[in-house]
């Protein structure tokens, strides 16, 4: 869990923690109940299977803080007249973990998705390697909600999953606005990472729209290139890299195992 | 995408310096309205753009990601972006998701002003 200060689904002035004279200046807005609480550092949650060492502790990381180049990804797919968007993004959030790609893990909550829930991921990133990491639920409402990366992950930015009606059709879409966080993800990025991450958003998307009843979901993917400056004062970023992390972990497992062992006997 | 319902007045606050006042809902669908605003912004040869949230209704996170995109094409033509009229809940939000910390937070729009004609 996230250290926060406030409940969610909060909606009145007190709930949300305003003092008397900030609630006579500024009414409550509607948006208050869908974004999460302010948090400094993130706290793992206790997820079955899973260690929570590349998060706990963890700042997020906006678009602000990355390194690389800045990334707008837009993946699209109509899904007809199946579904409201508000009932496309009820089955997105009820049965995220479930959609993502084979071989990746995401394990939030069991009561689905809502802001100030940290989830633990566990993703493969290509030559049998995993990346232990987390997402942090920046904003959730009825016809969107919004992941954001917390430090050692990939990406430094966030994601945005939402659906929207044009004409008598319900698109749904993953708006994903980030930089790679240190050089490292950004050579990995070059060097196919960006394939393997839209094949990773066109596969979710497709697998939602089977989930939905969609007859032959066609995704549409969209890139544009926001700043092509790389931040080389976030260089340093690469001290909390998931993968290299998570690879030093996994190869001290078995010498960790063995000092338990001898201290327990 | 449904109409941006929100209105962006561009006026200059002296040399270099123009304010935006941004009076209603923030989303990723009001995206042309703030850049229509930051062309005219900058048509007036402003260095400095102040951003007036005092009649900010709404915003989600898509709102955050358009600033962001402003944000960036601001720091290329070597603009600074400050902001002022953020209510606790706004301010707490800029602070979660750390563009505090490339977009200057000002209590009133004198401390902006007086910021950013120093």
């Known amino acids: ?265 | 995408m449904e109409a941006p319902a929100v209105r962006m007045d561009v006026r200059q606050a002296g040399s270099g310096v123009a304010v935006v006042d941004i009076k209603g809902e923030v989303t990723a669908a009001c995206e042309p309205v703030l850049m229509t605003a930051y062309e005219e912004a900058e048509a007036g040869g402003a260095r400095r753009l102040v951003l007036n949230f005092g009649g900010l209704e709404y915003m989600n996170s898509g709102g955050i990601g358009m600033l962001v995109t402003l944000l960036v094409r601001a720091n290329r033509q070597h603009q600074e972006l400050a902001a002022f009229g953020l209510s606790d809940h706004y301010r707490e939000i800029f602070e979660l998701t750390r563009l505090d910390e490339a977009i200057t937070i000002y209590d009133d729009e004198a401390s902006a002003l007086s910021a950013a004609l120093r």
């Open chain 1, 1 to 265: 869990m996230a250290q926060q200060t406030g409940p969610e689904g909060a909606t009145s002035a007190e709930q949300i923690g305003l003092s008397v004279r900030e609630s006579q200046a500024h009414p409550v807005p509607r948006d208050a109940g869908s974004w999460a609480a302010k948090v400094d550092r993130l706290e793992a949650p206790d997820r079955a299977g899973m260690r929570g060492t590349n998060v706990a502790g963890r700042r997020l990381n906006g678009p602000v803080q990355g390194f690389g180049k800045m990334w707008q990804k837009t993946y699209r797919m109509n899904a007809g007249t199946v579904c409201s968007p508000q009932a496309a993004i009820a089955t997105w959030k009820a049965h995220f973990p479930e959609l993502w790609p084979r071989g990746n893990r995401f394990a939030g909550p069991l009561a689905g998705i809502s802001p100030g829930d940290v989830a633990l991921l566990d993703l493969a990133v290509g030559g049998g390697v995993k990346l232990s990491t987390g997402v942090f639920v920046l904003y959730a409402d009825e016809d969107s909600f919004t992941l954001m990366t917390p430090q050692g992950h990939m990406f430094a930015g966030w994601i945005t999953f939402s659906a929207d009606q044009s004409g008598p059709d319900t698109f749904v879409q993953a708006h994903v606005l980030m930089r790679a966080n240190d050089p490292l993800y950004e050579a990995g990025l070059a060097l196919g990472g960006h394939r393997k991450e839209d094949l990773f958003w066109v596969q979710t998307l497709t697998a939602l729209g089977e989930r939905l009843g969609v007859a032959d979901p066609q995704v549409e993917t969209r890139t544009v290139c926001i700043d092509s400056r790389r931040q080389w004062h976030h260089a340093r970023n690469i001290w909390h890299n998931a993968a290299v992390r998570t690879m030093l972990q996994r190869l001290a497992a078995p010498f960790r195992g063995r000092h338990r062992t001898q201290s327990a006997s």
